[in-house]
Nanobody, 120 residues
Framework: QVQLVESGGGLVQAGGSLRLSCAAS????????MGWYRQAPGKQRELVAD???????NYADSVKGRFTISRDNAKNTVYLQMNSLKPEDSAVYYC??????????????WGQGTQVTVSS
């Protein structure tokens, strides 16, 4: 029913750029905060950036100044512009909605993500 599909990953050299897209279907998330997450092999999934329904953004310290999250509610799509990529940015990148439930933030089931590999 509800699906989030990530795309735009690939192999780039350090210092390069990629633009990831997250297309949502089955529901509109214009009223929700959307986030980009990543998970590198052997590591926990981490929040990279999120954006509220009003356009306020939040970034992990590791990507501040390099990544930009944006959204196009008309297209039900969230983007992550990644510049000045570093090898440590290599991971599978996922998008998801942040749903406030009671005192917690919950996500939908995770999709396949899109692989980002940054060569040194």
């Amino acid at each position: 029913q509800v699906q989030l599909v990530e795309s735009g990953g690939g192999l780039v050299q350090a210092g390069g750029s990629l633009r990831l897209s997250c297309a949502a279907s089955g529901s509109s998330f214009s009223a929700n905060t959307m986030g980009w997450y990543r998970q590198a092999p052997g590591k926990q999934r981490e929040l990279v950036a999120d954006i509220t329904s009003g356009g306020s953004t939040n970034y992990a310290d590791s990507v501040k100044g390099r990544f930009t999250i944006s959204r196009d509610n008309a297209k039900n799509t969230v983007y992550l512009q990644m510049n000045s990529l570093k090898p440590e940015d290599s991971a599978v990148y996922y998008c998801n909605v942040q749903i406030k439930f009671l005192s917690k933030i919950v996500n939908l089931p995770w999709g396949q993500g899109t692989q980002v590999t940054v060569s040194s």
